[in-house]
């Protein structure tokens, strides 16, 4: 229950007034104006005290009325999803983990990277045109791979294959969506059960969920011509469901960081030793700071070494690489040496087959 006067409190102190509460907590109303009747608005909006406000020839009592002259709207473009991406440019602002591209336009991906690139705190993730997938029996690795030259080569991108066919509980539909919105929850889903620096793919942590069925379902030869050009593999496999089937980041470079746990170990790095450092900010610049830095860094990567994600480490924050001119310049070096830990992509298992006589310890001898 609100109130119609201007200075009404709730049970937590806070204004409860009508058009405060519309506008300050609904995602989706926003108050314009009272009620247009002059019989039932009269007095809305003074304040409480010495105020009898009316509702037609009821008084004093609760007004209740529903919405009317909505409409459906029609389907987002790529420059509204466009503007959208835009408003979380500022990493200061918004705490970001993933951007979910949603549909295949080159240009909402290429935005996303962009600010991607630019924040160096999340990745973007972003599926093929609905075109290339969906009704295109035979062309559909051919089209990605068209698709993928016209999106930005970058280690903070990850893209997908595919579309999945699910169901629409909101209006009781079946549609096509692009499956990068799951790649996401597969990254969710190893932050959650994991850290951030394992894969998000695999018939564990790369289960795609609420599908009916995909787009198209590659096979070996096709995800291997997917994976070459970075593009991660999503298909059906009897028994084992529906996987993401690849963990490369959207680069052709030969880097550690084209693997999406390895970017987003230096990501979780980043940011975790990066709020350390703002501490350091405005202290004395001397070897007792520069010492209390390196023991608070050294704890944080014994710990990430301690959760698989890296295997060794080197931290250098002393007088060799803070010499007087940069000290006397009021600045601060800290050089970080880390080996990654990498996923695995590719098996390779020997049986031999041996004489019913052998013995297995002189074998392998």
């Not at 019989?39 to 609760?62: C, E, K, P």
């Not at 550690?256 to 230096?266: D, G, H, W, Y």
């Not at 931290?315 to 080996?339: L, R």
């Amino acid at each position: 229950m609100v109130s119609k006067a201007s200075d009404a409190r709730g049970i937590d102190s806070g204004s409860n007034y009508y058009v405060s509460v519309v506008n300050n907590e609904s995602q989706y109303i926003r108050w314009a104006a009272h009620p247009e009747t002059t019989t039932i608005a009269i007095n809305w909006g003074t304040a409480a005290n010495g105020t009898a406000f009316t509702d037609g020839d009821d008084g004093n009592v609760a007004y209740d009325d529903s919405l009317s002259g909505g409409l459906d709207g029609t389907a987002i473009t790529a420059s509204e999803r466009i503007a959208g991406i835009d408003l979380i440019a500022n990493k200061f602002t918004f705490d970001v983990d993933v951007i979910i591209c949603g549909q295949g336009d080159a240009t909402v991906a290429n935005k996303a990277i962009a600010i991607a690139e630019a924040r160096k705190d999340c990745v973007a993730v972003f599926s093929p045109l609905k075109s290339d997938v969906v009704a295109n029996a035979g062309s559909e690795s051919t089209d990605i791979a068209t698709w993928a030259d016209t999106v930005t080569r970058s280690t903070y991108g990850i893209a997908d294959s595919n579309w999945k066919y699910a169901y629409d509980k909101y209006n009781d539909v079946y549609v096509w969506v692009p499956v990068n919105a799951d790649v996401a929850g597969c990254i969710a889903r190893v932050d959650a059960n994991l850290d951030p620096w394992f894969s998000p793919a695999g018939y564990d942590n790369g289960r795609i969920l609420n599908s009916v069925r995909l787009a198209w379902n590659p096979a070996e030869t096709e995800r291997d011509a997917l994976y070459k050009i970075s593009v991660n593999p999503v298909f059906s496999q009897p028994g084992r469901g529906t996987v993401l089937f690849g963990d490369k980041t959207f680069t052709q470079k030969k880097t550690t960081f084209s693997r999406i746990n390895v970017r987003r170990l230096f990501i979780t790095m980043q940011s975790v030793i990066g709020d350390s450092a703002g501490d350091v900010l405005f202290d004395q610049n001397d070897a007792s700071t520069r010492q209390g830095f390196v023991n608070i860094v050294e704890a944080y990567l014994r710990s990430v070494q301690g959760g698989r994600g890296i295997q060794d480490f080197r931290v250098i924050c002393d007088e060799t690489n803070n010499p007087d001119e940069i000290v006397s310049a009021n600045g601060f070096v800290c050089d970080i040496f880390v080996q990654p830990t990498f996923s695995v992509n590719f098996i390779q298992l020997n049986f031999t087959s041996v004489a019913g006589a052998a013995a297995f310890a002189e074998i392998g001898g």
